[in-house]
Structures are given as structure tokens and as C-alpha cells.
């Protein structure tokens, strides 16, 4: 019975995941794009719910839906577009063609190769508690929790000093 | 099939609609989206091969905080290079900006 729960919610997410991705991808306008995303995101976030990984189904929603989205939307405000929509420029047979190419050729090999070499894979996983994760990023892995501590402000301090550009040449 | 595989064809679907976002979209906006995507995409196999093997689960979760954290610092530098496009060219079209300075 349980069983048949998990597999029930796991195609409702799949679902919110495709619908919000083909969204995000083909949607005119770019906010609509936006909302896409963001119900992708939230489908990945019950994904981690469902493979027992509630503190990643929190960051996720912390991480992309507070802070990421909100900045793509800051940046969709900053650009200001005609009346029809941002994506209204053609396109030709070409640039079609290289579009499904692009994404079907990594597509249908790593399919192949993942569904030809099935890895042995436990059907319930265990939860990883919060102290765990904390010992893990103040013992094993300090040098990439410290890393990414940099990496942000570095890219902070960057953004910072790109956008005044103008200002400092002058 | 197995739980891991479907989670892992999730995760190629996620990467496959980020592919073709990326060369589909003609704005650099557009293009962000796609790559947000491709990232998410990455997390969730990342914890999938965590939670669902015997490998260890602590690293899945952690190294998907860590693509977390790269999205986020990878968004910043992207707003803000847009916000200097679109003061240049008037516009965030990727094929309007192919000029180089030299």
C-alpha cells in the first residue's frame, strides 16, 4: 500500500516537474517562464521529500524559490521589453535543428547507459539528521563549506563592482 | 526498474529541457532560467545516488548544498552582467551582444 503511495506522488511530481520545466522553456513571456521554474522547483523539493531528504526539500525552497527566483525576477524588472513579449525574434531551421539536437543527443545516451546499467538501489533510504550534516561540513568537508563561503562573496563583490562599472571608469 | 534509475531519468529530463532552454531561449534571461534547470537537475541526482545506494548519504546532501550555493553566486554575477548588457545594447538579446571591443 505504501508502495503504491510513493509511486502515486512520484508521478505527480514528475508531472509538476515537466509542466513547470516545458513552462519554463517555452513560455513567451519571461515572467510566465519564471513561475515555471519556480513549480519545477517545487516538484524537485517534493522529490526530496519523498527520497527522505527533508533538510534539502527546506534548502531548496529557502535557496532557489526565496533568493534565486527573486533575483531572476529583480533582473526580468531591470530589463524593460516591448508590449509583445521578450522572445518574439524568429528563428531559423537551423538554429531549430541544433536546439533538438542539443538536448537530444546527451538525452537519449545518458538514458541508455542508465537504464542498460541499473546500480543495486535500497528502496528505503535512511534520514540523514541536520547533526549529521552539520558534522559533516565542520569535519570531513570544511575546505568546501569554507570554499563556498568565498565563492559567494567573491560573486557578490564581483556583481557589485560590475554593475558600477560606468561610475569607477569616470 | 528501480527507484535510483527513475530518480536518475527525472534528472536527465531536467537536464535535457535545460539543454534545449539554453539554445532555444533568446535572451540571456531566458537562458538563466534554463541553466537554474540544469542545476536542479544535477541536485536531485546527486542526492538521489545518496539517499537510494549504499554510498554515502551525508555527501549527496552535502554536495548538492554546495550546487546550491554555486546557483545562488552564479545568478548574482548573472544579474548583473544582464544589468550591464542591457545598459550597452538596450536590449538582453543574446545575438545582439556579439561585438567584442579590440
Redesign the interface.
Known amino acids: 500500500m505504501m508502495e503504491i503511495l510513493a509511486y502515486a506522488a512520484?508521478g505527480l511530481y514528475?508531472l509538476i516537474?515537466?509542466t513547470g520545466?516545458?513552462i519554463?522553456?517555452?513560455a513567451r513571456n519571461?515572467v510566465r517562464?519564471?513561475v515555471g521554474?519556480i513549480m519545477?522547483?517545487f516538484g524537485?523539493a517534493g522529490?526530496?521529500l519523498l527520497?527522505?531528504?527533508p533538510?534539502?526539500a527546506f534548502?531548496?525552497l529557502l535557496?532557489?524559490v526565496g533568493?534565486?527566483a527573486v533575483?531572476?525576477f529583480?533582473?526580468?524588472m531591470?530589463?524593460?521589453?516591448g508590449p509583445d513579449g521578450?522572445?518574439t525574434?524568429s528563428?531559423s531551421a537551423k538554429?531549430i535543428l541544433?536546439?533538438?539536437l542539443?538536448?537530444?543527443a546527451?538525452?537519449i545516451i545518458?538514458?541508455r547507459v542508465?537504464?542498460g546499467n541499473?546500480?543495486?538501489?535500497?528502496?528505503s533510504?535512511?534520514v540523514?539528521t541536520v547533526k549529521?550534516?552539520g558534522?559533516?561540513?565542520l569535519g570531513p568537508?570544511t575546505l568546501?563549506f569554507e570554499l563556498?563561503s568565498v565563492?559567494?562573496l567573491?560573486?557578490?563583490a564581483?556583481?557589485?563592482l560590475?554593475?558600477f562599472?560606468?561610475r569607477l571608469s569616470k | 526498474?528501480?527507484?535510483?534509475?527513475?530518480?536518475?531519468?527525472?534528472a536527465?529530463?531536467?537536464?535535457?529541457?535545460g539543454?534545449?532552454?539554453?539554445?532555444?531561449?533568446?535572451?540571456l534571461?531566458?537562458m538563466?532560467?534554463?541553466v537554474?534547470?540544469l542545476l536542479?537537475g544535477a541536485?536531485?541526482s546527486l542526492?538521489?545516488s545518496g539517499?537510494?545506494?549504499?554510498a554515502s548519504?551525508?555527501?549527496g546532501?552535502?554536495g548538492?548544498?554546495?550546487i546550491?550555493?554555486?546557483?545562488?553566486?552564479?545568478?548574482?554575477?548573472?544579474?548583473?552582467?544582464?544589468?550591464?548588457v542591457?545598459?550597452r545594447f538596450q536590449t538582453?538579446?543574446s545575438?545582439a551582444v556579439s561585438e567584442l571591443k579590440g
Open positions: 512520484f514528475v516537474i515537466a520545466g516545458v519554463a522553456v517555452a519571461l517562464g519564471l521554474l519545477t522547483l524537485v522529490m526530496y527520497m527522505a531528504a533538510v534539502m534548502m531548496q535557496i532557489y533568493a534565486v533575483l531572476i529583480i533582473a526580468i531591470l530589463v524593460r521589453t521578450d522572445e525574434r528563428r538554429e541544433y536546439a533538438f542539443g538536448f537530444a546527451p538525452a545518458l538514458g542508465i537504464i541499473p546500480v543495486e538501489s535500497v528502496s533510504p535512511t540523514v549529521e550534516l558534522k559533516g561540513l568537508y568546501a563556498i565563492v559567494l567573491v560573486a557578490m564581483g556583481a557589485v560590475v554593475a562599472e560606468r | 526498474m528501480n527507484p535510483l534509475t527513475l530518480y536518475q531519468l527525472v536527465i529530463m531536467l537536464l535535457a529541457l539543454l534545449f532552454g539554453l539554445i532555444w531561449r533568446r535572451t534571461i531566458g538563466l532560467i534554463c537554474e534547470l536542479n541536485g536531485l542526492v538521489a539517499q537510494l545506494t549504499k548519504a551525508v555527501l546532501q552535502l548538492t548544498l554546495l546550491m550555493g554555486l546557483a545562488a553566486a552564479e545568478a548574482t554575477l548573472v544579474l548583473a552582467i544582464v544589468v550591464i542591457v545598459r538582453s538579446d545575438a
